[in-house]
Structures are given as structure tokens and as C-alpha cells.
């Protein structure tokens, strides 16, 4: 026995090291790009304030009271190895490889070694998986801790189950649905036929699944304590819950989540090469017909999916991909382990179905998506940074219109955009309502940096649908960036720098003297 389990830990320590190598030289070309988004506007900024005070409640920037144990992951990495992006992707790169060491060993345990293996590819090259192995954000990380802690219920451990599925929600607290989803799927079992309330194994108790919900229960109590509030501050929680509660948004974000888990960026490929083989019969090696997922599992794993679905569609301002990491890859393994049931070329499958997801991680999709969902991300970085450099070195002590992102890249420089910070005049986005606001502040500002702040295709889908304009316009805060040309018009100002790349593009525009700029400037309509 002592044998088997040092045998199983030697494989577990290898197969780590596999996944964070290959991982770690796929990710090579963006290891030192600075702070993105989501990353510079909260993650950093919480997890260094953790790191330079101690402190669990961030002060650089208001809580949104998610919990701390990402941060304080990073913040330890910080103090062995130093505060760098290239720590920080390193960091995360780790999480990832751990994670996909989870959902190796799930796929191995409910189907086999060569779904596994197959899941493992599909999942490491699915593009928003790829994309977010780096980024300092805790989905990823709350999703492979959902996946340890959904094994050690297949296996029935139920010490085991309870701490990863307790540290998952300490990750993200919507980690508490795959817990909830679990229980939920234990108490039907018992209306339900034998072959599907009982998987051949003891039964579980059902209350423990919940017994996640106790520590996110005390870091909510915890933050309360501290800043007043329990889910976070008022214009997180107005944007994130109440602003979502309305039932034809909710419609339109199931729609959407389920096109997250079922096709988004080219997942498509796979679901549908599985759903054309359920109609082929299994696949005999040797007269044994090759055996499925069981039944009990699939449905388990069905709830979870169903719950993240349902959940993410009523909450969360932003439909982000990213947040239906933990359901993704459960979708990914079933595909393959029917795939592999009943197609005798299956590797053949999984192997365009693999390019499909290569093609997406460089090439963007004819609709609109989040630039954080494939190496777009790694386009507008090297476009803000290059735009912001060339306006640092022009101008250090100008003041700058812009919106956010940029406004917080240009004043800290901690989340190495530029190296001092600069003065900032911030508009919320660069409509022609923003901007002929923001021409009404002329003398406060010397430059405008105005960046594309929506991927907007050429002959994006819908684009001529008028109703699914004016949804997204209404409840997911769509809107049209104008040109840098329309912009510096209405603003009076010179183009003196512009620079595009797939889609997105950054400029810097130099505001001129007031009667020339009052002359230039249009009448607002």
C-alpha cells in the first residue's frame, strides 16, 4: 500500500512539473507584460495592499469583498520572490498546472487515461483558459480547486471533499455553487431509479456538501466588520446584483452563458462532433463495447453546469467568459469521452478540434467578445504601453483626459505602464456624449488618450438587429467608442500619435490653443 501511494504521489509530482513547464513555455512571450484590466484594477492592488500592510481589506482600491485567498497566494510570492509581473504569471501559471492536474485526475477517475489525457489538451488550448492561465484573477484558481473537490466526491472523501471545496469558495465565492449544485443533485438521488441514485459507492452525506458555506460565512462576517458593508461597496454590489435582477436580462444571459459552455470561441467544434456521435453506435474493442461516463457522474456534473448557468445569468454586471471556468471543462470531458465511445477515429477529432481552439487563441471571432478571452489582451497591453511611453516621454507633467483603464495605468505606476504617475482627467468612455462633456473641461486637460475600449468585428453578427443593439446597450453596458479622428474634432485637439492592432487601436491627441480649438470644435447636436 505504501508502495502504491508513493508510486500515485511520484506520478502526481511529475505530471505537475509536466503541466507547468508546458504551460510556462507556451506563456513565455507575455510573462513580463504588465497589469490588464481587471488585474491592475483590483486583483494587484488588493493582493499588494495585503503584501505592504497585511491587511486582508484593500485600501488602493474599494473592496468588492471577495475572499482573500488568491491574494494572499500572490502576496507570498511577492515576498519570496520580489513584486514583478513575471512573478505574478509565474504564480498563476502554478495554479493552472494544479489545476489541471485536478481535472486530470477527475477525468481519469470517471472515464479513463486517454480522455483524460485528451480533456487535459482540449482544456490547456481552449482559448479563455489559455488566456486567463497568467492573468492574475481568481476564477481559474476557484475552478481547480472545484475540480479537486468534485474528485474527492466521486471518491467519497469526505474530509477532502469539504477542504477543497471550502478553499474554492475562499478563491471566489461563486464557487460556492458547485457545493450547492452537489447537494442539491444528492437529495434528488433519492427519488430517483437505483441505477441512478447509488453510483456503486456509500452514500454521502448530503449536509456536508454545504459545510463550504461556514468560512465564506465568516470572511463575509469578517468584512462587515471592517468596512461596514458585506458584499462589497455599494456600486459593486448595485452594478453586480441589483442592476441585473430583471427578467428579460436574465432570458438573454442564459442565452449567453449557455453559449459560453456549449460554443463560445470555437467550442462549437467539440460539442457538436459529440453531439453527431450519440447518434453512431459505441465503438467494440475486442467485443467489450467501450463504457461511458456513469450516469450518476454526468448528472452530478450536469448540475454543476446547470447551476453556474442559471447563477451567472442572475448575477455579475459583466458577462465574462471567464466566470464559467469551472462548468467549461466538464463540458469539455464529457465531449471527449463520448467522442471517444463511439468514434473509432476519435484522436483525429480531438486533434482538429485541438486546432480549432489554436486558431482561436490568435485569431478573434466575428462577434463581440471580452480582448481578455484570447491574446487580444496581449494587443491592447502592447498598445497602451507603447502609447503610454510615447506620452510619458513627451510630456511627463501634462494632464491627460482618458477613461478607465488607462487612467489608473497612468497614475500607478505599479502596474508597470509608465514610470511616474500623471495627471488624469477621467471620462467614463469615449462616446460622443463623454467626449462633448469632456470638451466642455477644455482648459483641465493638455492631451486626451482615447483607446478602443469595446472589440468591435468588421461584419460583426447581429450588428444590423436592431433589438440586440439595444439590449446590449441596456443591460450590459454596450456602447460605440468614436474614431480617433471624431474624437479629436469634437475635442478641439490634434492626433499626434495612433496606432491600431486587430481590431483595437490607441491615440494620443494633443489638445491646441483654446480660440483654435473652440473654432474646430463642432456644434453638439
Not at 64 to 70: D, S, Y
Not at 97 to 116: D, H, I
Not at 226 to 240: A, H, K, L, Q, S
Request: hydrophobic share 50%.
Amino acid at each position: 500500500m505504501n508502495c502504491e501511494t508513493e508510486s500515485r504521489r511520484g506520478s502526481t509530482a511529475l505530471l505537475f512539473t509536466l503541466f507547468f513547464i508546458t504551460l510556462f513555455a507556451l506563456h513565455l512571450p507575455v510573462l513580463r507584460l504588465p497589469y490588464f484590466w481587471d488585474e491592475g484594477g483590483y486583483y494587484v492592488p488588493a493582493a499588494r495592499d495585503l503584501w505592504l500592510t497585511g491587511s486582508l481589506i484593500p485600501h488602493s482600491t474599494p473592496s468588492n469583498a471577495h475572499p482573500p485567498l488568491v491574494m494572499a497566494y500572490l502576496a507570498l510570492a511577492w515576498k519570496i520572490f520580489g513584486y514583478a509581473p513575471v512573478v505574478t504569471r509565474t504564480a498563476m501559471l502554478a495554479v493552472a498546472a494544479f489545476s489541471l492536474l485536478g481535472l486530470f485526475r477527475l477525468a481519469q477517475r470517471v472515464a479513463n487515461t486517454p480522455v483524460a489525457i485528451a480533456t487535459i489538451i482540449c482544456t490547456a488550448i481552449y482559448p479563455v483558459f489559455f488566456s486567463q492561465s497568467s492573468l492574475a484573477h481568481v476564477d481559474l484558481a476557484a475552478a481547480g480547486l472545484s475540480w479537486w473537490g468534485i474528485l474527492a466526491y466521486i471518491e467519497d472523501r469526505k474530509l477532502a471533499m469539504v477542504t477543497w471545496l471550502s478553499l474554492a469558495a475562499l478563491a471566489k465565492e461563486t464557487a460556492i455553487l458547485a457545493a450547492g449544485a452537489l447537494s442539491a443533485w444528492e437529495l434528488l438521488r433519492m427519488f430517483l431509479k437505483p441505477e441512478l441514485s447509488d453510483a456503486g459507492e456509500s452514500r454521502r452525506p448530503r449536509f456536508l456538501l454545504l459545510a463550504p458555506l461556514l468560512p465564506l460565512a465568516a470572511w463575509y462576517a469578517y468584512h462587515y466588520h471592517r468596512t461596514g458593508f458585506v458584499f462589497g461597496n455599494p456600486e459593486f454590489f448595485r452594478y453586480n446584483v441589483q442592476a441585473t435582477v430583471q427578467p428579460l436580462r436574465i432570458l438573454i444571459a442564459i442565452f449567453l452563458r449557455s453559449w459560453q459552455v456549449l460554443a463560445y470561441l470555437n467550442l462549437y467544434f467539440l460539442t457538436l462532433a459529440a453531439l453527431f456521435a450519440m447518434f453512431r453506435s459505441p465503438v467494440a474493442d475486442r467485443g467489450i463495447e467501450r463504457k461511458r461516463i456513469a450516469l450518476p457522474v454526468q448528472i452530478a456534473f450536469l448540475s454543476i453546469i446547470t447551476a453556474y448557468v442559471l447563477a451567472m445569468a442572475v448575477i455579475g454586471g459583466a458577462v465574462l467568459a471567464r466566470y464559467m471556468l469551472t462548468a467549461v471543462p466538464l463540458v469539455i470531458m464529457v465531449s471527449v469521452s463520448t467522442i471517444r465511445r463511439r468514434v473509432r477515429l476519435w484522436p483525429v477529432v480531438i486533434a482538429i478540434v485541438t486546432f480549432t481552439f489554436v486558431v482561436g487563441i490568435f485569431v478573434n471571432p466575428p462577434y463581440g467578445f471580452s480582448v481578455e478571452d484570447n491574446l487580444a489582451y496581449r494587443d491592447y497591453i502592447r498598445l497602451h504601453q507603447a502609447a503610454e511611453t510615447y506620452l510619458e516621454t513627451r510630456a511627463p507633467m501634462a494632464r491627460v483626459l482618458t477613461a478607465w483603464p488607462a487612467s489608473s495605468e497612468l497614475t500607478t505606476p505599479e502596474l508597470g505602464f509608465n514610470t511616474r504617475p500623471m495627471k488624469v482627467v477621467r471620462i467614463e468612455n469615449f462616446t460622443a456624449e463623454q467626449l462633448f462633456a469632456a470638451a466642455e473641461l477644455r482648459p483641465q486637460f493638455d492631451y486626451a488618450l482615447v483607446f478602443s475600449t469595446k472589440y468591435q468585428p468588421p461584419n460583426a453578427w447581429f450588428a444590423h438587429w436592431n433589438a440586440w443593439q439595444r439590449w446590449k446597450t441596456e443591460f450590459f453596458d454596450y456602447h460605440r467608442d468614436l474614431p480617433p479622428a471624431a474624437a479629436a474634432q469634437i475635442l478641439g485637439g490634434e492626433i499626434i500619435y495612433e496606432q491600431h492592432r486587430k481590431g483595437q487601436w490607441i491615440a494620443v491627441i494633443e489638445m491646441t490653443g483654446i480660440e483654435e480649438a473652440q473654432a474646430r470644435a463642432p456644434t453638439r447636436p
